[in-house]
């Protein structure tokens, strides 16, 4: 009997068909602060030891595992690991790219991310953004990060409209994140790639486990997916940081601690 249950009903029946019918599911996984526990430098992020094991063993059970990132899809696999786990997707840049296999799928970044990639350090200096301020270059999006400030909330504040404003000129999207904010190309997000790749892969039940704004989105196809009659499963990992994704949730753990821990007993439950 295992001891996570949902705190919604289309919740519970979720995990009830994931349990009797895994063949038939799609596990998905946002990387940071979901697989990946949050630390100050983005190049520092590594899977949780108890991740790779986990989907691993739930990799021949389930219909299929993802993961659906806003980090580069070749960076999550590095990062996480991931290449240990066979018959993985990886979704990268929201969607963009597309990694299976050790084969990876990029289309070209559109005009706009170099237009900002020439414009930011500039912005930043005119704006005197804190120290501390450090921008990723994804390549396909640049990421502002404000954690190793000493002031992130504040630093976000002072940057927030400025970059949005950048972002809009350069016919770019603004995502915002866990002490970041990133501009990237729009018209993807992880709702469209998880939608996708359930469509694709036929699953007829789905789970999403996510930490942060980007991770709405996700959400939001679950429930549009259990709409259509594929029951899905929002499953947090929760932080004091971001809010807005347990209270949407089905189940909340702790961290991703918690979701290896829920991965492990829905092993156990399945028999591996
Ligand atoms: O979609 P995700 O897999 O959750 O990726 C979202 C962003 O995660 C990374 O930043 C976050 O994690 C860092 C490492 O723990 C942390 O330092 C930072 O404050 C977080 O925002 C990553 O650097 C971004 O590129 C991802 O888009």
Redesign the pocket.
Known sequence: MTPYRPTTADGRAALDRIQSEPGRALLAF?????L???????R??RAHPGVVPALRALADRVRAVAV????PAAV?VEYGGLDAVPGLTVLGQ?GRERWEDGRLAVPDPPPGVARVRAALPGVLKRLGAPDGTWI?D?NHAL?V?T?RTADPDGALDLLGAPLADLAERAGLAV?P????I?LRPPGMD?GVALTGLAGALGAETVLFA???L??LAAFDAVERLRADGVPGLKLCSGSAEVVELAARADLVVDGPAGVVAFLEDLARTLGV
Do not use: L
């Open positions: 946002d990387f940071d602060g979901t990946a526990p949050i630390v100050p430098d983005p520092d992020s659906v990132t806003g980090r999550a929201y990723e994804k990421a990060h954690r995502e994140g866990r002490m970041v990133e992880k996510g930490d942060d980007g991770d």
